[in-house]
């Protein structure tokens, strides 16, 4: 079974930029997988911030942004806030009408 | 406004089964998939399967077939999902999101529901 992989933590210095990815345990990440991405803090519910690789959902500030690096998609905070301080999940589609969500990374700012 | 509103919180003993709802309102209810996602305390979101409100159709990740039913009652826009002989470990939150429309590609889970916390104990 294929695993959706994310780095675990990441930190993050206010103003900064940092990217965070989503591959696969086998074979490449392209734009065909529609990944998409969002962000949690506790007790909440997820809110969306990327979809179909790099389309902004409605309010999303535009220091979000994504990508395909590579072999991963990729969600860049250019310019971080502490109010970014969150968890962040990505989903790929695996196609026969199957999602399969990210570990998700624990994304620090400080 | 879009929005899903999902039903209180349960408490279960193990081997039970649970039936969760999800109201849908603000846009055309048979025209978007809807898609059940769960999160145990401190883990992170696991997909579980989408339902198509016009049809009834359903589609269930591999893990949760045999032992999940996603219905929907489209005279009040609403969906369920019912998870039967549950396990300690199927504590969790469980959070219906509204999915791609029937006739898109697949773009994001948005809105989401509040979530329901299901909780499962002797």
């Known amino acids: 079974q294929t695993v959706v992989t994310q780095e675990p933590s990441f930190s993050v210095s206010p103003g900064g930029t940092v990217t965070l990815t989503c591959g696969l345990s086998?074979?490449?990440?392209?734009?065909?997988?529609?990944p998409s991405w969002y962000q949690q803090t506790p007790g909440q519910a997820p809110r969306p911030l990327i979809h179909?690789?790099?389309v902004r959902s409605s309010g999303v500030p535009d220091r979000f942004s994504g990508s395909i690096l590579g072999n991963k998609a990729a969600l860049t905070i250019t310019g971080a806030q502490a109010v970014d301080e969150s968890d962040y999940y990505c989903v790929l589609f695996m196609g026969s009408g199957v999602w399969v969500f990210g570990g998700g990374t624990k994304l620090t700012v400080l | 406004q879009v929005q899903l509103v999902q039903s209180g919180a349960e408490v279960k003993e193990p081997g039970a089964s649970v039936k969760v709802s999800c109201k849908a309102s603000g846009y055309k209810f048979t025209e978007y998939y809807l898609h059940w996602v769960r999160q145990a305390p401190g883990q992170g979101l696991e997909w579980m399967g989408w339902?198509?409100?016009?049809?009834?159709?359903?589609n269930y990740a591999h893990k949760f077939r045999g032992w999940v039913t996603m219905t929907r009652d489209t005279s009040i826009t609403t969906v369920y999902m019912e998870l039967t002989s549950l396990k300690s470990d199927d504590a969790a939150v469980y959070y219906c999101?509204?999915?791609?429309?029937?006739?898109?590609?697949?773009?994001?889970?948005?809105?989401w529901g509040q979530g329901t916390l299901v909780s499962v104990s002797s």
């Open positions: 339902i198509n409100p016009n049809s009834g159709g359903t």
């Open positions: 179909s690789t790099d």
């Open positions: 999101t509204r999915g791609p429309s029937l006739t898109s590609h697949p773009t994001a889970f948005d809105p």
């Open positions: 086998s074979g490449s990440v392209s734009t065909s997988y529609y």
